[in-house]
């Protein structure tokens, strides 16, 4: 529900749970007053009125000097007027007016939810979800900003977003354009950001806001590896059962920024959007730059809510594919199995060994097209390689279809190869700089996707291959980073917009191709979860989590990504052992366990596996099978998280009806004469009776402590706890499931 106050000037934005409240501050600036548990109230007693020295006040409200915008919450904050605070915006006008000072000039509450121009957004069903936008201005430069705000009421969701307008009668020019300020004045916060690199993606890290700025950013063209776009504000006290946190994760898929200032009263301002890194924006008279949106969570109940929040969120409003709620198949791709070795024979020999063991998806990864025998050439060639492949693509995807499987392949389409006849024919296409050599990446160049042609060009190559051939799934990845961001077609004084361009470019490329062939199942990837992030979501209903495929680093991995973005969303496969990655040997088990909280599937030719293996995989498929709706639809829960004191990941999904609960605990290591292994569950229902149905022992010779048709009730597992036999081996693992019974 989104009300406006017109004596006190309040808009008031509520969820079930949540309340986010704003002010028009004295002289038209737009405060933020509050974003918390829903409640009665008016918050505008709590704004600072009080002079703290050298914070300046605006004209009309000089008397007094307890005014300031360097103290005040705001909306959308602006330098050059009073706060020098994080900014959200840097711009400068023609005749050199630098900042904006932005008063309200109106607002309009609608039913149904705002859009953004060639970006993904969230969207809304009939009657779920209502938009308040803020119209702000600013005298000296014709300059307008529009607020957004979308309320998704059972969701318990707030997105933002903002668009500026040129009404003025010259260019403006954006240094930098953030899409969200979030000032949250009072309390202690703490900021859980997700870090990595390539093979060890969002690895959670949780730190103290300290006086001063803390920085979570991409430069890369990707929202990358190394820094998600996504972080929680929390309390000190704050875990993943009890306690307040607020979720900010940016719809975007490109160079991003978050930075969390703590300022001199001890107040946390946040602000989040495209990074200002090589950005600039030119914006004649008439035009409009619209920014990406962040969806905002709030929760006091601790972390596990805030990211069933998200997935849900992600599932029903983000991404558009009708896979985003459907069974995915289980599949094998030829990555880890054959890399860029094989003909069709031998494509065909994994395929139907793959058949056998019960896999309905075959995927054929890098290495089909052009002169791509190795990763130094044949990107941008994307017609088969017949000397591989003899009698063309169709004719292999037809034999694998007639083995009852469906079928996969993978693409990188944003990228070429110096020996490649695409780079031949349109060196320009790449993005380089005149009088420069190009910085290469995994041997390859970028291609400028800020120009039309290049994207029509893209379209009509994959649409034709899609058209052309029975494609079931595409596996899209890009293998490197942007550099030499110079496009043979802008003007000098637009450079600056290339990166933000190549996004707008991909998005208005995977629109029309996802549009056009609903029906194919798209997997993102940049080189494993490289741009894991809700504007690839918005596309693609998963994405291969990472290049690693070890289990015991994928603990810390999954978990990471857990966070915000739903577990059927996450690309997992088993591998051989020992890995490829790490080296590390461990049990087909415990490789099927961690891989069944993702999309599940498998990486590694069954050709090569013993009668043993093999059977096992058959009833690992089995179990998935069993219990992939209730991966899917229920609430995953994080249990204990692998540390030297507990050196064991635990995790658990509780169906929609908490009738079923499925247990998975995973050995990073083991001690002889171990503390007992003790957890406690999650999400029951305390009066519930449930009964174990299955408990799987991998990798060790533990059985089960209690007789199996013990009945437990909810509250017994959940507060009491539940304490595992011991388990000793290499990278031993359990799954045990128990169903409600009744009477
Ligand atoms: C990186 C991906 O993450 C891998 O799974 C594989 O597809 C390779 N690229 C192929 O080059």
New binding site residues.
Partial sequence: MIQFDRIKKTFTLTTEKTMYQMQIGPVGHLLHLYYGPVTEGCFDYLQLTRDCGFSPNPYDLQEGRGWSLDTQAQEYSTPGVGDFRLSTLESESADGIQGADLRYVSHQIRPGKYQLAGMPAAFAGEGEAETLSVLLADAATGMQVELLYGVFSQRNVITRAARILNRGASALRLNKAASVCLDLPFGDWQMIHFHGRHTMERQPERVTLMNGIQTISSARGASSHQHNPFVILCQPDTTDRFGQCCGMMLVYSGNHRTDVEMDQAGAVRAVMGISDTNFSWTLEPGEVFEMPEVLLTFTQEGLDDLSHLYHRFIQHNVCRSRYALERRPVLL?S?EAAYMDFDAEKLLRIARSAKELGVELFVI??GWFGNRDD?FRGLGDWFVNEKKLPGGLKVLLDSIHALGLKTGL?L?PEMVSEDSDLYRSHPDWALTVPGRKPTMGRSQLVLDLSREDVIQWLYETIAGLLRENPIDYV?W?M?RHLTDLYSHTLPACRQGEVTHRYVLGLYDLLERLTREFPDVLFEG????GGRFDAGMLAYHPQI?CS?NTDPIARLTIQEGTSYGYPVPAMGSHVSASPNHQTGRSTPLGTRGVVAMSGTFGYELDPGLLSQEEKDEIRRQIDRYHDWQDLIREGDYYRIQSVDKARPYGAWEFVSPDRDEVLLNVVLADVSSNPRPLHLHLKGLDPQGRYRIESAGFYGCNARLPHVPDRIFTGGELMYGGYTLPILLGNYPSVQICWKSVTG
């Fill in positions: 791709n990555w990864d890098d990763d993978w990188e596996k990845d293998n990837c940049s080189g494993g291969w290049d």
